[in-house]
């Protein structure tokens, strides 16, 4: 174990990484190895870079001198403190504990804290302007810090050039347009582009599981010749998007949602313990695919348990012969019941391990 906490963390899933790829290889020897030094670092990360006091993770100082004392914590939180949290390090109980501090932080400064995808857009956008350095006449050359009121590098170091460039990648493909690899033979697609932020995009040539996974997104319909997300494989058009008849929709009355949490809006469903639909009118249900969040550096993740619930006269009830699939972090759970003509059905999620459960 190092005393950094982004080698530690970038160790961690390297090691989990071969672990899974040396499996999915038939080499079991070799998994159960790098597995062994994953769960090593998993159980050594919190108990040495944990600090209680900061409730956050601390880099420790790796030498003795007259300023500093060899393993002793550093004197203040760093952002490379929220890296653990990418990769499920710390301890549960520690995620809860740095997300409170993160909500008391935001609500003492008047911080949002959850961004909306327009927000992520907008960071995206911005780290991708960042690769054209001001101060190497505009070329590409992403450097290691920049000041957050100018964006200009800070440091320009002799290490701080192309520095970790080959992370942009990872956010364009599984968020910006969100093809997310999984080891199942499932494609899964949940793009995180604002789409009032961002008019077009298109991806090709992207191999996933042996096939070929072009994806694009069209505002207008001008670019791509259909307006809206659109999810190829092989060539042929296997999602596209839903009719507004048919989903929660800001531009019709009905359906409706609304979750257990006030100021809430169709575009910004957060942390919930229970969600409802209106139909306006009786309508015949029977089935229903609901997309739970998880981030549990956020401290949101699927729940333990749900329920469907339809509103009888007196009270709330169970639906009858109800089929629940496991929930699907960041994907879709299906569940499926015998049919009821009502008004409204709800959603009633008990929570895992003292985390909210998040809906998209």
């Known amino acids: 174990m190092r005393s950094d906490q982004s080698i530690n963390s970038y160790q961690y899933a390297n090691a989990l990484a071969i672990s899974n790829l040396a499996g999915l290889a038939g080499d079991s020897a070799m998994a159960e190895q790098y597995q062994a ?32 004392i060899h393993w002793n914590p550093i004197r203040r939180r760093e952002l490379v403190g929220y890296v653990p949290c990418t990769h499920d390090l710390p301890d549960i109980n520690n995620i809860i504990a740095m997300r409170a501090l993160i909500l008391s932080i935001t609500t003492r400064h008047r911080l949002q804290p959850v961004l909306s995808k327009a927000d992520y857009t907008a960071i995206i956008l911005q780290y991708t302007k960042l690769h054209y350095n001001p101060n190497d006449n505009g070329t590409l050359n992403l450097e290691e810090d920049y000041n ?34 999984i080891t199942k033979d499932i494609l899964e697609v949940n793009s995180l582009t604002g789409a009032c932020s961002v008019s077009y995009f298109r991806i090709e040539r992207t191999v996933y599981h042996g096939h070929d996974i072009p994806g694009q997104w069209d505002a207008a319909g001008d670019r791509c010749e259909k307006a809206g997300l659109q999810v190829e494989v092989d060539g042929k058009v296997v999602a596209q998007p839903i009719a507004l008849s048919t989903q929660l929709s800001q531009d019709t ?8 949490v006030p100021d809430t809006t169709i575009s910004h469903i957060p942390v919930v313990i229970e969600g409802r639909i209106d139909f306006g009118n009786a309508t015949k249900v029977r089935r229903a695919e609901i997309a739970f969040f998880e981030c549990v550096g956020l401290g949101v993740n699927v729940p333990g348990s749900y329920r469907v619930q339809v509103n009888t006269v ?5 639906v009858a012969n109800s089929v629940y699939d496991k929930p699907v972090a960041s994907g879709i759970t299906h569940v499926a019941w015998d049919a009821v003509l009502e008004n409204q059905i709800r959603f009633v999620f008990t929570p895992l391990h003292q985390l909210g459960v998040g809906l998209v």
């Open 37 to 68: 030094k994953a769960d090593t670092l998993k159980s050594l990360v919190p108990e040495y870079l944990w600090n209680s006091t900061f409730k956050h993770s601390i880099d420790l100082f790796c030498a003795d001198d007259e300023y500093t």
């Open 148 to 181: 957050a009121n100018t964006g200009v590098p800070i440091v320009s170091l002799w290490c701080s050039p192309h520095y970790f460039h080959s992370g942009f990648v990872d956010q364009v493909i599984p968020e910006s347009v969100g093809i997310r690899p």
């Open 253 to 260: 009355k009905y359906p409706v949602g609304s979750v257990s």
């Open 314 to 318: 007196d009270s709330w009830v169970d």
